[in-house]
C-alpha cells in the first residue's frame, strides 16, 4: 500500500505548511495513517498518526504541539499541518497505512521496514 505525500516546499523559519498524503486506486478509510521524515544523515522518525476513523491521534512527544495531523476521508487525504517551522524541521517527509486498528500508537513503535513508503515531499526551512 503506497502512498503520495505532496505539498512540501521552502518555507521561512516560523512558517506553515500543510501536507497532503493521498492514494491512488485504494480507499484510505481502511487504514491508520502515519507521517514520518527523514532529514540528511539521519534515521526515518515518527511524526503523527490517525486512526482510520479519525477518532484518535497520536505525536511524538518533540514536536511540541507544532503539528497537527487530520484526515477527509471523502477526499481520500490525510493532512500534515506544521507551523512554528524550524530549520531542524528540513527533511523528506513520508505518510504510510496501517491495517486499520483503534490502536492508535502502533505505527509509532511498528519496525520501519514492515511499512510501505512511496515518494516523499521535501520541505526545506531557511533559517
Known amino acids: 500500500v503506497q502512498l503520495q505525500a505532496s505539498g512540501g516546499g521552502l518555507v521561512p523559519a516560523g512558517g506553515s505548511l500543510q501536507l497532503s498524503c493521498t492514494a491512488s486506486?485504494?480507499?484510505?478509510?481502511?487504514?491508520?495513517i502515519g507521517w514520518f521524515r527523514q532529514a540528511p544523515g539521519k534515521e526515518r522518525e515518527f511524526l503523527a498518526t490517525i486512526t482510520w476513523s479519525g477518532s484518535s491521534t497520536y505525536y511524538a512527544d518533540s514536536l511540541q504541539d507544532r503539528f497537527t495531523i487530520s484526515r477527509d476521508n471523502a477526499k481520500n487525504t490525510v493532512y500534515l499541518q506544521m507551523a512554528n517551522l524550524k530549520p531542524e524541521d528540513t527533511a523528506v517527509y513520508y505518510c504510510?497505512?496501517?491495517?486499520?486498528?483503534?490502536?492508535?500508537?502502533?505505527?509509532?513503535?511498528?519496525?520501519?521496514?514492515?511499512?510501505?513508503w512511496g515518494q516523499g515531499t521535501q520541505v526545506t526551512v531557511s533559517s
Open positions: 486506486g485504494f480507499s484510505l478509510d481502511y487504514y491508520n
Open positions: 504510510a497505512a496501517y491495517e486499520a486498528t483503534n490502536d492508535v500508537k502502533v505505527m509509532s513503535r511498528v519496525p520501519l521496514f514492515t511499512l510501505d
